[in-house]
């Protein structure tokens, strides 16, 4: 079983930069792979970003390269999401995601993750 609890979300200037936490619990195993989803009222949830647990592969949807940069610390079981020149487009709930099997092959899907956190609201001004 894998608890994951999301931190960091708050309101922003565009322009502005945020630092998304995830802290994680539970078997490694579950945790091989791990993402990053938004939600916007009214839309449905994008995958933003994942990376490989094991070897820090990652990925990123289109819309966030070059400004978006999903990391890990496995010493204290937190995955991040360091959010630079945000947008109001950026506006959204924000879910960690995890699983021990999902194939990621470019922005995640959410399909593939079982286990998720409760979002934390980022809100672009």
């Known amino acids: 079983h894998v608890q994951l609890v999301e931190s960091g979300g708050g309101s922003v200037q565009a322009g502005g930069s945020l630092r998304l936490s995830c802290a994680a619990s539970?078997?490694?195993?579950?945790?091989?792979?791990m993402a990053w989803f938004r939600q916007a009222p009214g839309k449905e949830r994008e995958g933003v970003a994942a990376?490989?647990?094991?070897?820090?592969?990652?990925y990123y949807a289109d819309s966030v390269k070059g400004r978006f940069t999903i990391s890990q610390d496995n010493a204290k079981n937190t995955l991040y999401l360091q959010m630079n020149s945000l947008k109001p487009d950026d506006t959204a709930m924000y879910y960690c995601?995890?699983?021990?099997?999902?194939?990621?092959?470019?922005?995640?899907?959410?399909?593939?993750?079982?286990?998720w956190g409760q979002g934390t609201q980022v809100t672009v001004s």
């Open positions: 990376i490989y647990t094991g070897d820090s592969t990652t």
């Open positions: 539970g078997d490694t195993y579950s945790r091989a792979v």
């Open positions: 995601a995890a699983d021990s099997a999902a194939l990621v092959q470019g922005a995640p899907e959410a399909t593939d993750f079982g286990y």
